[in-house]
């Protein structure tokens, strides 16, 4: 395993919506001539943490997560631009022990160091779409999560529909055309009955934070 890892910056608005709530017509955002078909994937998380929870106090959180485009080990971190994301290649763990691979151990070195310990298991049956531009470049991704979350401190176990809406490499590049575009989605996701999300994360909402 590679000690780098790859590196990748989320900008992305997360919203709360019921079961009921229909997806709106994407094709009105700024710049958004597609939608492509639904991809749906299904997503397996483990989320940890030292006992005394000091990566989450630094707002950093570290998962081993199976399925999906992106499955590996995961450390994201929260910055004034967007979520900083460092991934890696998954290793090998059986459902008693999960072993957080020295790679991604030294990548958090200066916050945290073994053990760590399972935090929350999360589950999402995610559908995708993708957004483009006239060219066909990718402006932004769109998922429509349900959420199965356990609380492996207290084993409570909550579920949830909420949706993402993550820039993509022809995004716009400026501060106000970026605002514009979230703000537009802001406007259509009211419209059908949704709201910009009150939890920050998938594991805070777990845990109740």
Do not use: C, Q
């Not at 900008?11 to 919506?17: M, T």
């Not at 106000?176 to 009211?190: N, Y």
């Amino acid at each position: 395993m590679s000690s780098a890892g790859e590196h990748s910056l989320e900008i992305e608005r997360k919203y709360d919506v019921d079961e009921a709530t229909p997806i709106p017509d994407w094709s009105s955002l700024p710049g958004v001539t597609g939608v492509g078909e639904a991809e749906a994937r299904e997503l397996d998380a483990r989320y940890l943490d030292t006992p005394d929870g000091r990566l989450g106090r630094a707002k950093i959180a570290l998962r081993r997560r199976t399925g999906g485009p992106d499955e590996g080990w995961h450390v994201k971190r929260v910055t004034p631009a967007g979520k900083a994301e460092s991934r890696w290649p998954l290793t090998e763990a059986g459902d008693d022990e999960i072993v957080v691979p020295d790679a991604v151990a030294a990548a958090i070195a200066e916050i945290a160091a073994p053990p760590f310990g399972v935090l929350a298991r999360i589950r999402n049956t995610r559908t995708a779409y993708a957004l483009t531009d006239a060219s066909g470049a990718l402006l932004a991704e769109f998922v429509d999560d349900r959420v199965t979350a356990t609380d492996e401190r207290s084993g409570r176990e909550t579920t949830w529909r909420e949706w993402e809406l993550e820039l993509g490499p022809a995004a716009p590049a400026d501060d106000a055309a970026r605002a514009a575009f979230f703000a537009r989605a802001d406007e259509l996701v009211r419209a059908a009955g949704g709201e910009v999300a009150a939890s920050e994360s998938k594991l805070g909402r777990a845990l109740g934070v």
